[in-house]
């Protein structure tokens, strides 16, 4: 029977790095569901669509195909219909887009099986907003990743820094609180850790301590 892990948090938690690393470290499948709520948001953004406009994204998911695969380098990528979006789906904008296609009924459906369908066959490390209480519910481990929204945006700060893209600390920490308060007051599967969840706070470590953390909860707990 396969194990499943889920790992939610706020933006800027470091679920996804921390997740794919652990999952590295356990042999587990890491599943980014973030990545492909950014893929949804991606591509109403390239449509020229309004985030908030329901209607038009809703018609747009009979035409589009999003899936997780693994590229010659054995890296987990996120296609849009056959292309390797990636690179492209990590920008503030695309971050609101994401968080604004989230709160859509018909988009969670839309990726609901594709992620339960990868955690029935496989091991794996699932993360995102709403994991341990909607997409896995009777998950093995539920984990709830967090840090302060100061930590998380200079994270994500120096992380745009080494990608070349030019940002200030101010506006970061704006976008951080901005998505905090967007996933926690949505309607549908708003931002909250599952009432079994375990809270890892990961303010005061770096990637590699918060990372050992991690791993120490869920091999106490597997």
Request: net charge negative.
């Amino acid at each position: 029977m396969s194990i499943a892990i889920a790992i939610d948090g706020p933006a800027g938690a470091g679920k996804s790095s921390l997740s794919k690393a652990v999952a590295k470290e356990l042999s587990f499948i890491y599943v980014d569901t973030g990545a492909l709520y950014r893929t949804i948001g991606l591509s109403a953004l390239r449509k020229g669509f309004d985030k908030n406009d329901t209607e038009q994204i809703v018609e747009m998911l009979n035409g589009i195909d999003v899936n997780l695969a693994f590229n010659d380098e054995g890296t987990q990528i996120v296609l849009l219909n056959g292309e390797d979006v990636s690179s492209y789906i990590r920008t503030p904008e695309v971050s609101m887009f994401a968080s604004s296609v989230s709160a859509i009924p018909e988009v969670r459906g839309f990726l609901l099986d594709l992620q339960r369908g990868m955690a029935k066959k496989n091991n794996v490390i699932m993360d995102g907003r709403d994991i341990g209480t909607v997409v896995l519910p009777q998950a093995k481990i539920k984990i709830f990743l967090t840090a302060s929204p100061e930590t998380r945006a200079m994270r994500r700060y120096k992380e745009n820094l080494e990608k070349g893209i030019n940002c200030k600390y101010e506006d970061v920490l704006k976008d951080v609180n901005d998505r905090d308060f967007a996933d926690s007051h949505r309607e549908i599967a708003p931002l909250k850790p599952a009432k079994d969840s375990i809270i890892v706070d990961t303010s005061e470590y770096d990637f590699e301590g918060s990372k050992q953390l991690l791993l120490k909860v869920i091999k106490e707990n597997m």
